[in-house]
Structure formats: structure tokens, C-alpha cells
């Protein structure tokens, strides 16, 4: 059929393993949620935020009842959140969340991952403090009037706000998000995603050969089972 046709199925298939990766993560945000906080939304903010983000990746309905289901159910196991630290090829900071059944199995996967890649592990706050944790809220620009709402997301705890063609990104304090997710539940605003994330305090610059070096092994990372998201400080 062609070389733009295989162009075009690698695309494809790309697009696909990033959607059934956001799938399962979201899945187990579900099912942590739901084991924290109980399966009725009205009454565990987790959730909440679990399902709306599950919407904004375009999750199908039933496989978010589904997974409010097993999670329920006193056979479904229970997921850890986990956090590891390490640097990458050329010094490059690393922060990897997991969420896992099984922490001895995951910390040995990530170990060689990062092993045979370039990297190293590191102890507990040997990079974190290179990042700064902070709330952030993505919205469709054709969903958020800006300029009628920024002041209130000011009021309800923005710190810098975004604003893209496609996107806009609203930025906020660690001891901010729960305010403003109150505040955008009170306005019936919803965003495409609402996370804590670990932000880069400064970034580095790398030529692009060993930014690829460094890519493979987020890559590698993010394509573990248990990996829920990688944070770097590549510029």
C-alpha cells in the first residue's frame, strides 16, 4: 500500500498505545480512588477528578463504570502510589510515579531500566528538589471563557496562566488545587485534565543526539505497566 500508507498506521498505532496507556493509568487513579474514598463520586473529590479526567482523555462510559466496579469488589487488588528518583543520560533529573500491586516488582523494573539506559537510581529527595509540585488544569480553549474568568481563577489560587491555540493551562499552587477544583465544580467547568504535577525548577539544555538519549529511557519508563508519569527538567 505504500510508504505514507505505513507512515500513517505507525501514526496510528502510536496514537493508540498513548490512548490505552492513559486508559489504564486513569483506570488505576480510579481504583485507588475508590479504595481511599468509597465508589459514589458525590462523596469522594478523588473520584471526581478521577472520572473527569477519564472524559477529558475520551474514556469510554462503560469502562469508567467498569473500573468503579473492580475497584469495589474486595477481590480487586489494591494499587500503592510510589515515587522514584534517578538521573537520566547527561544528568538529566528523573521523577517516575507508579501505581503498583507489587512495589518490590516495580522498583526492580525501574532500577534496570534505568541501568541498562544510561541512568541511575537515587535515594529518596536526591532530585526532587529540583521541582516544585504544583496543580495543573488544561482546558479547550473553546470551553473557557478567559477573559471573562481570569480574575476568579486568580481568586481561586492561579498562579500563571497558559494561553494556547489549542490549549490553555492554568497553573496553581501544591495547597491550591483542592481550592480551585472546588471552584471550577462550582462553575461547572471542566477541564481536559486536572493533576498535580512535579514542575522543573530550572530546565537543560542538550544537544538533540543526547536529548534522544535521554528520551529512549523516559520512553522505556513510561511503557512500564506500574510507570504512571515521568517528569524531567529536558528544556
Same mark, same amino acid.
Given at each position: 500500500?505504500?510508504?505514507?500508507?505505513?507512515?500513517?498506521?505507525?501514526?496510528?498505532?502510536?496514537?493508540?498505545?498513548?490512548?490505552?496507556?492513559?486508559?489504564?493509568?486513569?483506570?488505576?487513579?480510579?481504583?485507588?480512588?475508590?479504595?481511599?474514598?468509597?465508589?459514589?463520586?458525590?462523596?469522594?473529590?478523588?473520584?471526581?477528578?478521577?472520572?473527569?479526567?477519564?472524559?477529558?482523555?475520551?474514556?469510554?462510559?462503560?469502562?469508567?463504570?467498569?473500573?468503579?466496579?473492580?475497584?469495589?469488589?474486595?477481590?480487586?487488588?489494591?494499587?500503592?502510589?510510589?515515587?522514584?528518583?534517578?538521573?537520566?543520560?547527561?544528568?538529566?533529573?528523573?521523577?517516575?510515579?507508579?501505581?503498583?500491586?507489587?512495589?518490590?516488582?516495580?522498583?526492580?523494573?525501574?532500577?534496570?531500566?534505568?541501568?541498562?539506559?544510561?541512568?541511575?537510581?537515587?535515594?529518596?529527595?536526591?532530585?526532587?528538589?529540583?521541582?516544585?509540585?504544583?496543580?495543573?488544569?488544561?482546558?479547550?480553549?473553546?470551553?473557557?471563557? #478567559? *477573559?471573562?474568568?481570569?480574575?476568579? %481563577?486568580?481568586?481561586?489560587?492561579?498562579?500563571?496562566? @497558559?494561553?494556547? =491555540?489549542? /490549549?490553555?493551562?492554568?497553573?496553581?499552587?501544591?495547597?491550591?488545587?483542592?481550592?480551585?477544583?472546588?471552584?471550577?465544580?462550582?462553575?461547572? #467547568? *471542566?477541564?481536559?485534565?486536572?493533576? %498535580?504535577?512535579?514542575?522543573?525548577?530550572?530546565?537543560? @539544555?542538550?544537544? =538533540?543526539? /543526547?536529548?534522544?538519549?535521554?528520551?529512549?529511557?523516559?520512553?522505556?519508563?513510561?511503557?512500564?505497566?506500574?510507570?504512571?508519569?515521568?517528569?524531567?527538567?529536558?528544556?
Amino acid at each position: 500500500m505504500g510508504r505514507i500508507f505505513e507512515k500513517r498506521k505507525h501514526k496510528m498505532f502510536a496514537r493508540f498505545d498513548r490512548m490505552a496507556k492513559a486508559f489504564t493509568r486513569i483506570g488505576k487513579d480510579i481504583a485507588i480512588a475508590v479504595k481511599q474514598g468509597g465508589p459514589l463520586p458525590e462523596n469522594n473529590p478523588k473520584l471526581r477528578l478521577a472520572i473527569q479526567n477519564a472524559k477529558g482523555a475520551n474514556m469510554p462510559k462503560d469502562r469508567v463504570e467498569a473500573a468503579i466496579k473492580r475497584a469495589s469488589s474486595k477481590d480487586e487488588k489494591d494499587f500503592q502510589e510510589v515515587t522514584y528518583e534517578g538521573y537520566g543520560p547527561h544528568g538529566v533529573p528523573l521523577i517516575v510515579e507508579c501505581a503498583t500491586d507489587n512495589p518490590t516488582r516495580t522498583v526492580a523494573n525501574v532500577r534496570l531500566i534505568f541501568a541498562k539506559n544510561g541512568g541511575s537510581m537515587g535515594n529518596s529527595g536526591s532530585v526532587v528538589f529540583m521541582f516544585e509540585r504544583r496543580g495543573v488544569f488544561k482546558f479547550d480553549p473553546a470551553k473557557l471563557n #478567559l *477573559d471573562e474568568l481570569e480574575l476568579d %481563577l486568580i481568586d481561586a489560587g492561579a498562579e500563571d496562566i @497558559e494561553r494556547g =491555540e489549542d /490549549e490553555i493551562i492554568v497553573y496553581t499552587k501544591f495547597t491550591e488545587f483542592g481550592h480551585m477544583q472546588k471552584f471550577l465544580e462550582s462553575k461547572h #467547568l *471542566d477541564a481536559k485534565s486536572s493533576e %498535580l504535577q512535579y514542575i522543573p525548577t530550572t530546565t537543560k @539544555e542538550l544537544t =538533540e543526539a /543526547e536529548q534522544d538519549e535521554v528520551l529512549k529511557l523516559i520512553e522505556l519508563l513510561e511503557a512500564d505497566d506500574d510507570v504512571q508519569n515521568v517528569y524531567h527538567n529536558l528544556a
